[in-house]
């Protein structure tokens, strides 16, 4: 339970000007809404709906739930009988209730330093209804799932909006991700459209984003399920067009009105563009989709608990799982975590560092923001590109007051001291966020005191692709901050720590984090495997939602995420199973077993520390370690790149075959204090791997 009183002995508190305009004022105030908000849900959540619009209002109780598996089926149905559009609630409602019209939704920032452009709530809006008119006309209906691989442009936003808009099913994949993973996500979800681009820049780096779309629709062809249609927007340059496509370019006229505007082509410096294939069956241009639409478009008023979108996270088993969230508990629950995390205000510049493929950017680029009639700043390169202090630079440029970033990239940066911060001024910072992994004190502080100057709290938000939104987490003039921790649970939210029997641990203890109840952005479903879903959150600990994340509760009531006590990797603040990496190595010939575990690492947070064992009469060397690392980035993505590969000519297994990956990670940190091993079949195993450890990553 939450104390009644904040402690005041080892924490930290930001200035006391944000206390003057927040909305939640101190911890008391916080304490006394929290108990609202679990006594009396409905009525905490029912004034939250307030500020919506609803089509037709609800029926039923507010939350109905199913948590027990004991007890039939797991469900949870908010405001049932509802219908609403949240692309309605987050622009229209924004531009003519709220008269936002006016206001920037978004200034985009480019990778290249000057490569910028500003986007209105109106303007926002139309392009929505355009976008939607333009899915509509290639038969895109209600429920439909569109896959989009694309880049950090506005336009992914204004893809995501525009299904919602017409009740299509948005399932995003990161485009760092490989052609293996999309092609693998959009048969899991069945989509019958994609939307891309022809390519980006990350830094130097030119990513041709369109071949791999192609290779991973022709993949899918492969495996029979033919996906006919291809948006592409061209975002490289608008010369790309005449130059590159040559007599393969879309038939269309060859002008793009949406680059014409005040900015003319957003990438200002010369680069090579990619040579973008076309295939005229299946591809189609985004602008000349979009020049003849309407800008006018009615939304589909879509039930309470119809699917908005589908986002695929890690899972033990090696296939990711399609997380569902849905319409209305999804969109309050990201604007009220949005609001009350970020203390936000109406004359706010947010900033979230996150890729909109991720649930980060999903909840906290798109959703929360919008449905606040937030300003944000949409960045599409990286913190080191053109140099360490670009994340400053950005900050002064727009005059960022809340920023939300990962512990890796404040690790990152730390390594280069506080010279290139204070090149800066960062005087409009007020809330600094973090999220994705545990931080480390050291970063928190370098944080806190270089970046934030002792005058911003720190949110460190815990949560998942599957809460939908922040589940424990500081607010920011309510909450004295312990660095390291998550501190107390969001609204609604209601925490426990189990043993290993299940059983409730009360008062200072560490075990398995869990939650009691739902609240409304809890993932709904995995995507066409409800049992799945029930196997994987609901099984372990019947009448719980478990977390897989290992916890401990301090003597003041404080929540510490001790990180993942299941079979799955933190990789700069990305999930990875560690089943996924095995499989995409042992595909090779060369391999007959590999063994993946996790190696803490000083900016990534974990690393991936590989063990394989070859196939007879295959002998190991640097070929076949490169072969091996492009195996796993082929499979899967550049994210899950091995950092180490041993040749293990044996691993180390129970008397049942069972590998144990609790040794092999006390081999790959080199740590020979191994506790019970007495279940080891062959103790000699070990030895033989210490003694050939990997001491340099490949
Ligand atoms: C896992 C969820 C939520 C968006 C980004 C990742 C870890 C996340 C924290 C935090 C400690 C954290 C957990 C969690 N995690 N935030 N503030 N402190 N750990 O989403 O890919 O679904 O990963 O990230 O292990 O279970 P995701």
């Given at each position: 339970m939450i104390p009644d009183k904040a402690p005041k002995e080892d924490v930290f508190h930001g200035s006391e000007d944000l206390k003057k305009e927040a909305h939640i004022t101190s911890f008391e105030n916080y304490k006394e809404l929290y108990m609202k908000s679990i006594e009396n849900p409905d009525e905490f959540w029912g004034d939250v709906a307030k500020d919506f619009f609803w089509k037709t209002k609800h029926t039923g109780q507010f939350l109905d739930y199913n948590f027990d598996v004991t007890k039939g089926e797991i469900f949870v149905k908010c405001m049932e009988g509802a219908s609403t559009n949240i692309s309605y609630n987050l622009l229209d409602r924004n531009v003519?209730?709220?008269?936002?019209?006016?206001?920037?939704a978004f200034y985009w920032e480019g990778?290249?330093?000057?490569d910028e452009l500003t986007v209105t709530y109106r303007e926002l809006l139309q392009r929505v209804c355009q976008f939607a008119n333009v899915l509509k006309s290639q038969g895109v209906k209600k429920g439909d799932r569109v896959s989009i691989y694309m880049p950090m442009v506005v336009e992914l936003v204004v893809a995501m909006l525009a299904c919602a808009r017409i009740g299509a099913v948005h399932s995003i994949v990161f485009a760092g991700f490989s052609a293996e993973s999309l092609c693998e996500r959009i048969m899991d979800s069945q989509c019958s459209l994609l939307i891309t681009a022809d390519g980006f820049y990350r830094g130097d780096k030119l990513i041709n984003l369109k071949l791999l779309a192609d290779e991973a629709l022709q993949k899918c062809r492969d495996k029979g399920f033919p996906i006919e249609k291809c948006i592409m927007l061209k975002h490289l340059s608008k010369e790309a067009e005449e130059t590159s496509?040559?007599?393969?370019?879309?038939?269309?006229?060859?002008?793009c009105p949406d680059l014409q505007e005040k900015q003319t082509g957003r990438v200002k410096k010369t680069r090579p563009v990619p040579q973008v294939p076309w295939n005229p069956e299946v591809d189609l241009c985004w602008h000349a989709l979009v020049r003849g639409a309407s800008d006018e478009c009615e939304p589909e008023w879509c039930g309470s608990e119809d699917p908005l979108f589908i986002l695929y996270t890690s899972g033990s088993t090696g296939k990711p799982k399609g997380v569902l969230h849905t319409v209305s508990g999804y969109m309050l629950y990201t604007a009220a975590t949005f609001k009350l995390v970020f203390d936000y205000q109406l004359d706010d510049v947010y900033w979230c560092t996150a890729d909109i493929g991720w649930i980060t950017g999903h909840s906290y680029i798109t959703y929360g923001p919008l449905a606040n009639g937030a300003t944000s700043v949409l960045f599409e390169g990286l913190p080191t590109y053109p140099d360490v202090s670009r994340m400053w630079e950005i900050v002064d440029k727009y005059h960022v007051t809340k920023f939300y970033t990962a512990p890796t990239a404040i690790r990152l940066l730390m390594k280069y001291g506080s010279e290139p911060v204070q090149k800066y001024k960062r005087e409009s910072l007020k809330v600094l966020g973090t999220v994705g992994e545990p931080i480390n004190p050291e970063a928190w502080q370098w944080y806190y005191n270089v970046v934030g100057e002792r005058r911003c709290p720190i949110v460190d938000t815990f949560w998942q692709t599957e809460t939908?939104?922040?589940?424990?987490?500081?607010l920011p003039a309510a909450t004295p901050m312990k660095p390291g921790s998550a501190t107390f649970p969001f609204f609604g939210v209601v925490p426990a720590i189990l043993n290993e029997s299940g059983e409730e641990l009360e008062g200072p203890s560490e075990g398995y984090l869990v939650f009691k109840q739902p609240w409304p952005g809890v993932m709904r479903t995995v995507y066409g495997n409800h049992q799945r879903f029930e196997t994987t959150y609901f099984k372990k600990f019947p009448g719980y939602y478990v977390t897989g994340d290992g916890c401990r509760r301090d003597k003041d009531g404080y929540y510490w995420i001790t990180g993942r006590i299941d079979d799955m990797l933190n990789v700069s603040g990305h999930l990875l199973s560690t089943a996924e990496v095995e499989s995409a190595l042992v595909e090779h010939e060369a391999v007959a077993e590999a063994a993946v575990v996790g190696r803490p690492h000083p900016v990534k947070g974990e690393s991936l520390y590989c063990f394989v064992t070859l196939a007879d009469g295959v002998t190991y060397n640097r070929t076949l370690e490169a072969e091996l690392k492009k195996q796993v980035r082929e499979k899967i993505g550049a994210i899950a790149t091995p950092d180490y590969i041993q040749n293990a000519p044996a691993l180390p297994k129970t008397r049942s075959g069972k590998i144990m990956r609790r040794v092999l990670r006390k081999i790959a940190c080199d740590e020979r204090d191994l506790g019970d091993i007495s279940t080891l079949a062959d103790s000699s195993v070990v030895e033989q791997l210490f003694q050939n450890r990997c001491c340099t990553a490949v």
């Open positions: 003519h209730e709220r008269k936002l019209g006016d206001k920037v990778n290249e330093p000057g496509l040559g007599s393969q370019s879309p038939p269309a006229k060859r002008s939908g939104g922040h589940v424990l987490t500081p």
